[in-house]
């Protein structure tokens, strides 16, 4: 059967538990449908990019599913007529990741700094983000008036 990573986002208003009810529900229509859901991430409340529908954050959970492509649609169906889902993506996928998904992953800040280099941030400028330059040559003041009177002087 195809492999698909799921994805949907539910109203921030909506509990915890009732976003776990949601997942149950749809869990059942693929399965009823003979496929199985492989994983679920709760990812928690995050904040939107720009306002989905009057909501400016979401809960975000990801499922992993093994169906025919029937399922899926029944269940996007669903979460279409869904009052409580802002948006949702299905991709269809090789294989799914093994572990936790890279928005479950922690990444230490030391970490960050052993992998960026010794001051960490990017490209390893200084703390404003300008590039290393070299040493500052000074202008010779003095050459100025000398350039400019021997042009008058032609």
């Not at 007529?81 to 299905?90: A, N, P, V």
């Not at 800040?109 to 404003?128: A, S």
């Not at 070299?134 to 050459?143: H, V």
């Not at 000398?146 to 002087?153: F, G, R, T, V, W």
Request: glycine share 10%; proline share 4%.
């Amino acid at each position: 059967m195809p492999l698909y990573e799921h994805i949907f986002l539910a109203r921030q208003d909506v509990s915890a538990a009732q976003v776990e009810a949601l997942v149950e529900q749809y869990k059942g229509v693929i399965e009823a449908a003979g496929g199985s859901v492989r994983k679920v991430e709760p990812w928690g409340v995050k904040s939107l990019a720009y306002r989905i529908k009057k909501n400016r954050k979401a809960h975000f959970t990801l499922m992993n599913i093994d169906a025919p492509h029937a399922a899926v649609a029944e269940m996007e169906r669903q979460m279409g007529i869904s009052e409580d889902i802002l948006r949702f993506m299905t991709i269809r996928v090789e294989a799914h990741e093994e572990g936790p998904s890279a928005m479950m992953q922690k990444r230490d800040r030391d970490d960050r700094r052993d992998r960026d280099g010794e001051r960490g941030g990017f490209g390893g400028g200084n703390r404003f983000g300008d590039r290393e330059r070299g040493p500052r040559r000074e202008r010779n003041r003095d050459a100025e008036p000398q350039a400019n009177a021997s042009s008058e002087e032609n």
